[in-house]
Every structure is written in C-alpha cells, then in structure tokens.
C-alpha cells in the first residue's frame, strides 16, 4: 500500500510538474520570441530605410526600455553600433548574435509582415524600395487620383480605401471579399495604372542589372515590367498593373516568386525562367545595397546579464509551479496519513494482542479486515494464538493426567505400607505381590513418559536391522495368546496370498513389537468375549510400504473421538477408571514410534462393529528372507540378548498390565 501511494504521489507530482512547466515555459518562450520579433523587425525597418546605422541608438535605447532587455548592434566585425547598457558598467556581449539584422536576407522565424505581404522565396524587406521611393510631388498626383478612384466607386455602392505603401505610391483596395467589384465600374484612374518618372528609371536601371546576369550567362534578355514580370526585348512592355501586381509590395514591384508571368511569343524554358527570376533577384539586391544599411549583428538578453535567456519565468507562472506542487505535496501527506493510519491501526491491534499473550492474560482475536499483508499476518497471529491456547489447555491436562495416573499406584503402596505398619496386614506372599504389582504400574507410566520425551526431543534409540513382518506378527501373537485366550478372544495372524512373499523392513524389531503389541493388547482389552482380534500384513499398492492391519471386533470408538485417539493421556471415558482402560499413554507412544520408523499410523472405527488400527511402514526391497534367517542365526548364538527382554520389557507394553497397563488410549476406555 505504502508503494502504490509513493509511486502514485511521485506520477501525480511528475506530470503535474512536467504540464505546468511545460505550459510557463511555452508561453514564456512565446512571450519571448515575440517580443524578439519586435525587436527585430522594428530594427530590420530602421535599416530598410536608411542607408546607414547612424541615429539608432534612440530606437535601441526605446526598445530596450519596453522591453526591459538588453539590446546591442554590432557590425559583422563586431564593431558596436549601439548598445542599450550603461557604458561604464556594460558588460562583454556573448559570443553568439541572436539574429542578423538585414534587409537584403530576412530572417524568416523572426519576420513579422509590415503592410502587404510579400514573397516567402525572396528575403527582401518589403520596406527597402531604394530608388522606386516617390517624391511628394508624384505621391501627390497619385493619392488625388486615388481619392477620386474611391469617391466614384463609393457612389456605386462598392466601399474601398487607400492604401499607401512603403514607396509612397497608394493604391485603392476594396473593403470586402469580392475584389471583383470594381471592375467595369470605370472608376479606374489611368495614373495609378502607370509607373511614374522615379519608378521608369529605377525599373530601367534594374532590368540593365539584370540582363547583364543573363548575358554572363549566355541568355537572352528581357524586358521587366513595373510588377517584376517580364517580357521578350521585342515585344512592348506591360504597365497595366494587374489585380495580382495591386496586392505586391508598396513599391509596385511583384517579387519574382510570387508569381511570374511571361509575355513571350518565343518559346522559353523552364530553367530560362528559373535563370531570369535568379537574376532579377540578384539587380534588386545589388541596386538596393547602396540604400539600406549593411548587415549587422543583433544581440538580445537579460538586462543584468549578457546571456540569452531561452525563458524568464513570470511571477504568474512561478506562483502557478508552487501552487501545482503545494497542492501534489498537501495531497501526497494526505493520502500517506491515511494509508499509514490504515497500516498502523492493525499493528497496535497485533502488538496489544502480543503484549497480553506476553502478561498471560486471554486475547481475544486480532479483527482480520483485509487479505494484505498486514490481515495476512493478523490471521497468522490468530492461528499461533488459538494454538497456543490448546497447547495451553493440553499442559494443563497432561500436568493433571501425570499426577492422577502416578498418585494411584502410589496411593495404593503407600496405604498397603500404613496398613502393614499399623499392624492391619500381614507381610505375607499375597501383600508383597499386591505391592510389586503397583510398583510395575508405576514403572509403565514412567518408562511410557521417558518414551514420549525421547520421541518428542528427536533423541529416541532405534536399532535398526533386517526385519521379516511375519516373524514380528507371530512373535506378537504369540506374546499374547495368554492374554486373549484368558479374555475368550481369539488372537489370529492372517496368512499373507499364496506365491506373494511380503518385502523386508529395516526396522528396531523391539520397537516394532512395542508398537504392534500396544495395539494388540488394547484391542484384546476392549473386545468382549467371544470376539476376534486380526493381524494381516500385506504389501500396499504403490509397492513402497509394508503395511500392518490390526483389526477387532470390539465395541469401536465414536466418530467424533476418533480425531483424538493418538493424543497423550486422552481417553473417552474421562473418570480415568482402571477397569475401563489404561493410563492413555499407549497409542501415543506406538505413533511416535511408528513415525521413527519413518512410516504413519491411522484407525478407522464403526461403533458397535469393532476398530482397525493401520501401520504403514516403508518397505526395504534389499532386505532377503535369507538375511533374516542369518540375522536370528547370529542372535541365537550370541545368546539373544536383546531378543530374551522383548516381551517382558515395561517398556515394550506386550506384558498384561494390572487394571489395564498402559495401554488403553481409544474407543470408549481407549
């Protein structure tokens, strides 16, 4: 949870940051690049129209000051022009210009049109007309033909307006989309249709400039009209200036590619074309160098500093950035209050739960609200919690069932003893008897808990060897056969399938004995006479495990006890009588014993129809019937010494035990 906040605060503060800079910072570069512009094209229009830099240190010094920039011109040599910084403090210019003011070659990305628009292709100022500029007296001649132009179409319904350019020559443009409006209206004055005596001899002296280009290139020449079009030498010039040539710069002058038109009656080429508008281009630039000032190189920044700053965040923009990432960090604090809220809530809960389990006193369940790691754990804690408590409850009852199980055997001598002190009883055979019978009692109940100790800590002896399951069933049964026969149960081993021999075990056959033997002789206590009590050896399915079947047919164990059969000191019948079982120590032991061997053990019970006890040990397929006769050849020499204390050793429960032994665990005195 903690990740996802974090990494959703860090998305959030990441784009909201990259949105709002990225708009401060477009619409201060857009600020910045046009008030570039107009820096630029005020200064382009300074040199246009003059033909030197002389006087612009005022149109600096006042475009600085709107601006609140610093603003310099240089010479291509870096000789200074003017600079709007103080001289005794002006700082060294950078090393690279802004732009490069020049009339002759705009500058496209810093260019702003000034009254009409004029060629993309040609990058001459419109404002520098050099020679083509009208004196008064011809724009005077002009502008009243103009009006009359206007006041006549003005009476005809179609509204129009003068409109002077750079050179000084008017023209009348109609208000509206319909340029056609004004023709056949005869308000057309023959004057504005004629170039004027200053306009003829600069067009001459430009189409001499240009036909020496062509010439050098071995062309024909060709004759320029007012609008920069051109025709044959031979043919008669065109000064009707045509709705295309009226919509060209103010000098009249239609750049070459705007649109070139040909009046020729000789066939002429494309690249003929190309080569003319070339070479017009080059005469325009060559007859308007002496008029404009020459190129200079124009420095833009700070007004403390000499650098170019691509953008100076405004304070409206920098407040907007501290408010975005105020707002992300507010949110992000937030959203981590309550997600740590939601984190820590749980952990007291757990850590209160702990603390009290700690002080032993009863902690009620930690609430789980959640599958996250944190109700993950609290479920855990539950889990250790509950179980805790049934190992709690299971001390306790074990603690109890020790001292009722030592305290009667106990009770029993001490009283023999007190009535023998006291004169009350004779030390004859039958007292002693009576007093070694409650001694071994006592000895079971003890060897049983060393048992379970030693299982329990890993630290139980085995000694394992060759073993043959039908040998330790017959030595079982044979144990007791006494037993059963005295009960009127009938004790029988049940021949494993003919031409099936059973696979060996590597196994403790003493601890294997006890184990089976226990079994045997709670199901002996526990069925009524006249019953039948089974062992059946057989191979399991998967040929891996050798399993053993000790069945009865007793009165069975109930559904709901049979879960607990194997447990320490249970028993059904909960007034722990003699007559009805044994201490409840039995099945307990043959589970620890059977799991050193590396198997299981498990019953089966319907009530009222006896129980099955199965052993499921795991087969050695090396051992051989030989090896086990060679085995108990060897014992036998050696003079059994192990083998002799098999079924009369306390420990290995196959004895009859006073009032039940040690072996009643199940059913309903199991």
Same mark, same amino acid.
């Given at each position: 949870m903690?990740a996802?906040?974090?990494?959703?605060?860090?998305?959030a503060t990441?784009?909201?940051?990259?949105q709002t800079?990225s708009?401060?910072i477009k $619409?201060? $570069?857009g600020r910045?690049l046009?008030?570039?512009?107009?820096?630029?094209n005020t200064l382009?229009?300074?040199?246009?129209?003059h033909?030197?830099?002389?006087g %612009?240190?005022g149109?600096v010094r006042?475009l600085?000051?709107?601006s609140g920039?610093?603003?310099a011109?240089?010479?291509e040599?870096?000789?200074l022009?003017?600079?709007s910084?103080?001289?005794p403090s002006?700082?060294a210019?950078?090393? $690279?210009?802004?732009a490069?003011?020049d009339?002759?070659?705009?500058?496209?990305?810093?260019s702003q049109p000034v009254?009409?628009?004029?060629s993309?292709?040609?990058?001459? =100022?419109?404002r520098a007309?050099?020679?083509f500029r009208l004196p008064?007296?011809?724009r005077?001649?002009?502008?009243?033909a103009?009006e009359?132009?206007?006041?006549c +179409?003005?009476r005809?319904?179609? #509204?129009? =307006?003068?409109?002077r350019?750079p050179?000084?020559?008017?023209r009348v443009?109609?208000?509206?989309n319909?340029?056609?409006?004004a023709?056949?209206?005869?308000?057309?004055?023959?004057?504005l249709?004629?170039?004027?005596a200053?306009e003829?001899k600069?067009?001459?002296?430009?189409?001499?400039?240009a036909?020496?280009c062509l010439?050098?290139?071995?062309?024909?020449? %060709?004759?320029?009209n007012l609008?920069?079009?051109w025709?044959q030498?031979s043919?008669?010039?065109l000064?009707?200036l045509?709705?295309?040539?009226?919509?060209?710069?103010?000098?009249?002058v239609r750049?070459p590619?705007a649109g070139?038109?040909?009046?020729?009656?000789?066939?002429r080429t494309?690249d003929d074309?190309r080569?003319t508008?070339?070479?017009v281009?080059?005469?325009?630039r060559?007859?308007l160098s002496?008029?404009?000032?020459?190129p200079?190189?124009l420095f833009i920044?700070?007004?403390?500093d000499t650098?170019?700053?691509? @953008?100076?965040?405004?304070?409206a923009n920098?407040?907007k950035i501290?408010?975005?990432?105020?707002?992300v960090?507010?949110? *992000?604090?937030?959203?981590t +209050?309550l997600?740590?809220?939601?984190?820590?809530?749980?952990?007291?809960?757990?850590?209160?739960a702990a603390q009290?389990?700690? =002080?032993?006193?009863?902690?009620?369940p %930690?609430?789980?609200?959640d599958d996250?790691?944190?109700g993950?754990?609290?479920?855990? @804690?539950n889990? +250790?919690?509950a179980?805790?408590a049934r190992?709690e409850?299971?001390?306790k009852?074990m603690?109890?069932d020790?001292?009722?199980?030592l305290?009667?055997?106990l009770s029993n001598?001490?009283g023999?003893?007190?009535?023998a002190q006291d004169?009350l009883?004779?030390?004859?055979?039958?007292f002693?008897?009576s007093?070694h019978?409650?001694?071994?009692?006592? $000895?079971?109940?003890?060897?049983d808990?060393?048992?379970?100790a030693?299982?329990?800590a890993?630290v139980?002896?085995?000694h394992p060897?060759?073993?043959?399951?039908?040998?330790v069933l017959?030595?079982?049964?044979?144990?007791h056969?006494g037993?059963a026969?005295?009960?009127?149960?009938?004790?029988? %081993?049940?021949?494993?399938?003919a031409?099936?021999p059973l696979?060996?075990?590597?196994?403790?056959p003493?601890?294997l004995?006890q184990a089976?033997?226990?079994?045997?002789s709670?199901?002996v206590r526990? *069925?009524?006479?006249?019953?039948r009590?089974t062992?059946?050896a057989?191979v399991?399915k998967?040929?891996?495990?050798v399993?053993v079947?000790?069945a009865?047919?007793?009165?069975?164990?109930?559904?709901g006890?049979l879960p607990?059969?194997f447990?320490?000191?249970?028993r059904?019948?909960?007034?722990?009588?003699r007559r009805?079982?044994?201490s409840?120590?039995?099945?307990?032991?043959?589970r620890?014993?059977?799991?050193?061997h590396g198997?299981?053990?498990?019953a089966s019970?319907?009530e009222?129809?006896?129980s099955v @006890?199965t052993?499921?040990?795991p #087969?050695?397929?090396t051992v051989t019937e030989?090896?086990?006769?060679a085995?108990?050849?060897a014992k036998?020499?050696?003079g059994m010494e192990?083998?002799?204390?098999?079924?009369?050793d306390a420990?290995?429960?196959t004895?009859p035990?006073p009032e039940g032994?040690?072996?009643?665990?199940?059913?309903p005195?199991?």
């Amino acid at each position: 949870m903690s990740a996802l906040v974090a990494a959703c605060s860090v998305a959030a503060t990441a784009w909201l940051a990259v949105q709002t800079t990225s708009g401060a910072i477009k $619409q201060e $570069q857009g600020r910045n690049l046009t008030a570039d512009a107009r820096i630029y094209n005020t200064l382009l229009g300074y040199a246009a129209t003059h033909p030197t830099w002389d006087g %612009v240190e005022g149109t600096v010094r006042d475009l600085a000051r709107r601006s609140g920039r610093r603003i310099a011109l240089t010479t291509e040599q870096r000789g200074l022009l003017a600079d709007s910084a103080a001289a005794p403090s002006r700082p060294a210019l950078p090393p $690279q210009a802004s732009a490069v003011v020049d009339p002759l070659s705009v500058d496209t990305a810093l260019s702003q049109p000034v009254g009409e628009a004029g060629s993309a292709a040609d990058r001459i =100022d419109p404002r520098a007309v050099g020679p083509f500029r009208l004196p008064a007296s011809e724009r005077a001649v002009l502008q009243r033909a103009a009006e009359r132009s206007t006041a006549c +179409m003005g009476r005809l319904g179609v #509204a129009a =307006d003068v409109v002077r350019g750079p050179s000084g020559r008017p023209r009348v443009e109609v208000v509206g989309n319909d340029s056609q409006e004004a023709h056949g209206t005869r308000c057309s004055a023959e004057e504005l249709d004629r170039p004027t005596a200053t306009e003829r001899k600069a067009l001459a002296a430009l189409n001499r400039l240009a036909n020496a280009c062509l010439v050098r290139q071995g062309r024909e020449g %060709v004759r320029l009209n007012l609008d920069l079009t051109w025709a044959q030498p031979s043919e008669p010039p065109l000064i009707v200036l045509t709705p295309e040539a009226a919509a060209a710069p103010a000098t009249g002058v239609r750049t070459p590619a705007a649109g070139v038109r040909t009046h020729a009656t000789g066939v002429r080429t494309g690249d003929d074309d190309r080569a003319t508008a070339s070479c017009v281009g080059t005469a325009r630039r060559e007859q308007l160098s002496s008029h404009v000032a020459s190129p200079a190189m124009l420095f833009i920044g700070d007004a403390n500093d000499t650098t170019v700053p691509g @953008f100076a965040l405004s304070p409206a923009n920098t407040a907007k950035i501290a408010g975005a990432a105020a707002l992300v960090l507010a949110l *992000t604090v937030g959203a981590t +209050m309550l997600a740590g809220a939601r984190l820590v809530s749980p952990l007291r809960a757990l850590t209160g739960a702990a603390q009290r389990m700690r =002080d032993g006193q009863e902690s009620a369940p %930690v609430r789980v609200t959640d599958d996250s790691e944190i109700g993950r754990l609290a479920a855990a @804690f539950n889990d +250790m919690s509950a179980h805790r408590a049934r190992l709690e409850e299971q001390r306790k009852g074990m603690v109890s069932d020790v001292a009722h199980e030592l305290r009667t055997p106990l009770s029993n001598i001490r009283g023999w003893l007190e009535a023998a002190q006291d004169g009350l009883a004779e030390p004859d055979p039958a007292f002693i008897a009576s007093l070694h019978t409650e001694a071994v009692q006592l $000895q079971h109940i003890i060897d049983d808990l060393q048992d379970l100790a030693a299982a329990d800590a890993g630290v139980l002896r085995l000694h394992p060897e060759p073993v043959r399951i039908e040998d330790v069933l017959d030595q079982v049964a044979a144990a007791h056969q006494g037993r059963a026969e005295t009960a009127g149960v009938v004790l029988t %081993v049940r021949d494993t399938a003919a031409g099936a021999p059973l696979p060996g075990l590597t196994a403790d056959p003493v601890r294997l004995r006890q184990a089976i033997g226990n079994l045997v002789s709670n199901a002996v206590r526990h *069925t009524p006479e006249g019953g039948r009590v089974t062992l059946h050896a057989y191979v399991s399915k998967a040929g891996d495990q050798v399993v053993v079947d000790v069945a009865d047919t007793g009165s069975g164990i109930a559904a709901g006890d049979l879960p607990h059969v194997f447990d320490r000191f249970w028993r059904a019948e909960k007034s722990r009588n003699r007559r009805t079982g044994g201490s409840g120590l039995g099945l307990a032991i043959v589970r620890k014993l059977v799991e050193a061997h590396g198997g299981a053990v498990d019953a089966s019970s319907v009530e009222g129809q006896g129980s099955v @006890f199965t052993l499921r040990l795991p #087969a050695d397929p090396t051992v051989t019937e030989a090896e086990t006769e060679a085995d108990a050849a060897a014992k036998a020499d050696a003079g059994m010494e192990r083998g002799t204390n098999t079924d009369t050793d306390a420990g290995a429960g196959t004895e009859p035990e006073p009032e039940g032994g040690t072996h009643g665990a199940g059913g309903p005195a199991r």
